[in-house]
């Protein structure tokens, strides 16, 4: 099972060498769907297997940790792998379908699984370096993804998005030098271990200094500025996995780091004041925004508080709620972006004032939105529900309920802001620029995604129950040792 | 963590967030360098104070710790790509819009435009 553990990393990477030298896009396609298909079968069944028994640690290049490298698979990392690989493969079978994304960019394949390596390998490392060097390989292959049209718009605000990737990945380096220096060690069990015997103040220090630098990166308040300016102007199925899976990572940083190294007794005042201000927020800059790319962009931030919140009780019950959220979120954002692609490909636009009756004209595209506009506010019977319902209980066991209110009302926003999008783009008699029928493929991919979304919701209570045994190993230190297997 | 390095580490950061608050994309590209610098003095810093080379030739003498070097090593090779990068983006930048400066956010401006009474 090592092996596979380590595959989940190596697949990509050898999927990236291969897109650079086949010669035919064909070929290039093939390698690449089979690669991402690969990762999907290699997650499930680590997933399956961590749950089953105990996490799954592997010593690279057979060097135990802590002199060597050490890569982790628990339930919770098993989760977010078979999530985020699930959402990958979506989207590159959406790109594939769209044609026109990696026929204009050769290198689309190779950067889209480096990626895809980098995420794997943040989900897995137990080591803080590593966790760097998986970020920069995740930062690197999006800089390059979301500039490769090149035009005005995108080098504006990927300098924007680079600059502050650059500057996160300063702090992220001064924290983890400081990190070393108070206890000797990079690998993240070895320091919970010392971290203990450290001066409280110099604990915290540390502590906020990587909830800050991952805060950057998940795009919580006040440092989200970046994000809504600079991911509406990349391509579509760029936007989507970021969308998708960036954020979310950083997310998973923030919950790894604050769990096991920097653990709180009871809810944590600071955590959840921040948690509020994301929600409401983010979905007042999504009110403002007349394009739907841009109003979905904030709606990442708004529900990255949501997770933050969960994070924020402390209890098993609230991260358990956080883990089926950032779940559900992971899939349900990226369809919410494709069908923005598809809006986008049928009328060449995604401003709501210049596109309407998507829904008479092709009814398909409005059947795709429904479900995940629902899911993404939080009704039932859809995936959203699950997620939120599972937080506001946590909230209220856990005695929060101002944090529980201010949730519940960013929840009522986010639906008015659904109903913006559909009472402007779909509703109305059909505009003229809507004369593109989109592709079978995308719409295929867009609804595999959909039905994804729909068997979170019918699976709820397994995934709940899967969940809460995650929080419980993150709350009590799992079971993995240093170097062990 | 000799106060030396530390004093250093934290000028050039310093240094690095002024040129960094500049609009002048030349500026911030510098900003950044002085920023990833002052990173890798603190990484540096944080092996302990200096001794012999991490070499084992049987003296027994104290060695320095030799990970954050290799830490810093690689540190070192990512920030040089994506600062390669940058410049790359800033000179595209320069010939697409013949200026070297930050533009505001386009659609920002607009929606603060509502706020303000379509004032811009």
Redesign the interface.
Known sequence: MTTVVSLLVAVPLVAVGLALVLPSLALRRAVSMAASLASLVLSVIVLVSVDGGDAISVAVGGWTAPIGIQLVADRFAGLMLAVSSTALFGVLAYAVGQRDTDDAFPAFHATYHALAAGVALAFLTGDLFTLFVAFEIMLTASYVLITHRSEAAQVRSTMTYVVVGLVASGLFLIGIGLAYAATGTVNLIEMADRLGDVDSGTRAGIGWLFFMVFGIKAAIFPLFFWLPDSYPTAVTPVTAIFAGLLTKVGVYAIVRTQTLLFPSDGPSTFILIIAGLTMVIGVLGAIAQGDIKRILSFHIISQIGYMIMGLGFFTVAGLAAAIVFIVHQVIVKTVMFLVGGLVETSSGTGRLRDVSGVLHRYPVIAVLFLPAALSLAGLPPFSGFVGKLALVQAGFSAGQWIVVGVSLFASILTLFSMTKIWAGAFWGSPTTNLTRRPGRAMVAATGGLVAVSLFIAFAGQPLLEVATRAAQDLLTGGAVTIGGS | ?SVVLAVTAGAL?AA?TYL?LQRL?TR?VIG?GL??H???L??????GPPAAPPVIDGSGAPISDP??QA?VL??IV??F???A??LA??Y??YL??SSDG??D????RR?AG?AGGGST
Request: hydrophobic fraction near 60%.
């Open positions: 963590m950061v690095g960094l994309l911030i950044l920023i990833a002052g990173a890798n603190v990484l540096l810093g944080s092996g990970l954050p830490l690689t540190a990512i920030t790509g994506v600062t990068f940058l983006l800033a595209r930048s697409l819009t930050v533009e956010d386009v659609e920002d929606i509502f």
